[in-house]
């Protein structure tokens, strides 16, 4: 930092031409560091762009509509941020996100649950699900890509078989208070969303769990070294994902206000997570990521589907623009962080 | 050979043997080293250098032989009992998270917490003040140590085990791989600590004209027991040389012999 500025001021002695402009050169790269910059400035361009293809991208309901797309995938999102900095990955979350809600009607309608305690049993049960991940992978040495490929199809299954593949109704017990505050509400779900955000960036920068996940991430020997359990730090992480996951489909369920196997698409709000975070600078090869980033790559693919349905692109090229997407974000994001260390050194 | 040492001896190994499976890395050393003593353990490749430091830091138990701290003898059980002891290496690149600030990793899992959150403030303070007491020049404790050169990376690995406490530092191969003036950041440091005499350091290295200069004491590790003890100002890199070639040559004509009975 200090040497950024030094330079940037004996540029600027020689030649005091340009003082605004040297200013402004110092707050663009101060901006231009920051890791999430790039995708906050797509998110934002894009949003120009669309709103001036299509008015009716900025009402009321289509922000609406953006953020309820955008929130349960940046939930999903944090949970994968943290695994993928701690070096692992959760391929499951995605069947946990369709299981947790059969889990709170299973307990209300069969057990006679009142609906905020079941709500928290299927967010319980979800730890556990994140549990065996992390067991799995942590003690018995299984790869994570495996191990969660593996209880993937298990909860799927479990899914499938308990709900007979039929979708269910929102427990009459829950139809009430209780969806509005939990993803009915047409702003319930971005709120839960951002809160989770702003909790879950400020314990990945600020707190030892996340100086520690960074660690285990970026030099597992070392961190090990210097006495850090590793294995408990992962297996925390699996467990966060794997609660997240449950709380974001519960979310979801409640506002498309039924309860579907299929809910989630299967893997795809797991894949649409992993692209977000990808997106917003995490490195899948661990040691660095960010939550902030993570959310803006949700919203900037919620964007993408959104602004191209409103221009008439129907839903079946938009796999090829969310590949392009990750893609592009991809390469920015190598080259961008070329920049960054040139800037520095 | 070297049952040498007074009261100021903080670290004593006697009659070490390590073996594994055929091959016998250590069969007889005997060593010591003296309180704020500079000591370099120079040998060839498969001399047995690393298997004596994974010994003397918890890593591996000997076959046979004692290991004594302060005089005691120690049944060193893992890399984080000897630490408690006070013994600490600094692997050359092993030690730091490179993801991390400068202070960070001075402070890493020993983090200064206000609960729930990091005292980041005062954790780059003391950094910054320990890394100027200790000399070492990095201008800026925020910066991401993958921004850093290698001779500071490990100055930084050093200053935070001097911080952590260790009395006894093993430095493994600290100059391996560094230019000249990289190393001469190292060899200030190890020459201030000296100077400040908290910390009694082990040097192991491959080439002991660069170590030399900085040492009070030269041990030679060749087949497995310490076949050299001598003030560093009392012999030369041309000694050492001499030792060293006539040790191959001896071990070529060895071989030559095999290969023809």
Known sequence: MSKTIERVDRSGQAPPRHPVRHALRRVGDAFLRRREASVLLVAIGLGIYFASARSVFLSRDNLVNISQATAPAAIVAIGEVFLLVSGELDLSVGAVFALAPFLMHYAVDYYGVPPLPAILLALVIAAAIGFVNGFITVVLRVPSFVTTLGTLFIVIGIVLTTSHAYPAEIPAAADGTVSRWFGRGDWSEITWCLLLVAFFHVVLTRTRWGLHTISVGGNLLGATEAGIRAGRIKMGNFMMASVLGAFAGILDAFRIHTIDPNLGGGTTITFTAISAAVIGGTALAGGSGTIVGAFLGALVLAILLNGFNLIGVNANPMFVVQGVAILVAMIANVYLSRLRRAGRS | ?261
């Open chain 2, 1 to 261: 050979m070297t049952e040498g040492g007074n009261s100021q001896t903080v670290l004593r190994v006697e009659h070490i043997a390590k073996r594994f499976g055929a091959l016998t890395a250590l069969s007889d050393v005997s060593m010591h080293l003296d309180r704020s003593e500079v000591l370099g353990l120079i040998g060839d490749n498969g001399a047995g250098k690393s298997t004596l430091m994974k010994i003397i830091c918890g890593f591996h138990r000997p076959d046979a032989g004692r290991v004594l701290v302060d005089g005691e003898e120690v049944v060193l059980k893992s890399v984080k009992h000897a630490r408690s002891l006070g013994i600490d290496t600094v692997y050359q690149d092993l030690a730091l998270v490179n993801e991390l600030t400068v202070y960070h990793n001075m402070f890493l899992n020993r983090e200064l917490v206000r609960w729930p959150l990091l005292s980041n403030r005062r954790m780059r303070q003391l950094a910054k003040q320990e890394l100027d007491d200790m000399g070492v020049a990095i201008a800026d404790v925020d910066a991401e140590v993958a921004k850093l050169s290698g001779g500071q990376r490990q100055a930084i690995a050093v200053a935070r085990s001097v911080y952590s406490d260790a009395k006894i530092l093993l430095l493994d191969e600290p100059l391996a791989a560094m230019g000249a003036k990289e190393g001469a950041l190292i060899l200030d440091l190890v020459r201030d600590l000296k100077r400040k005499g908290q910390v009694s350091i082990i040097i192991i290295a491959h080439n002991y004209g660069q170590i030399l200069e900085i040492c009070d004491r030269i041990n030679l590790l060749q087949h497995g027991t310490i076949t050299f003890d001598k003030p560093a100002a009392e012999t030369s890199v041309q000694e050492l040389t001499d030792l060293v070639v006539a040790e191959y040559r001896a071990a070529m004509a060895r071989r030559a012999a095999e290969g023809g009975g």
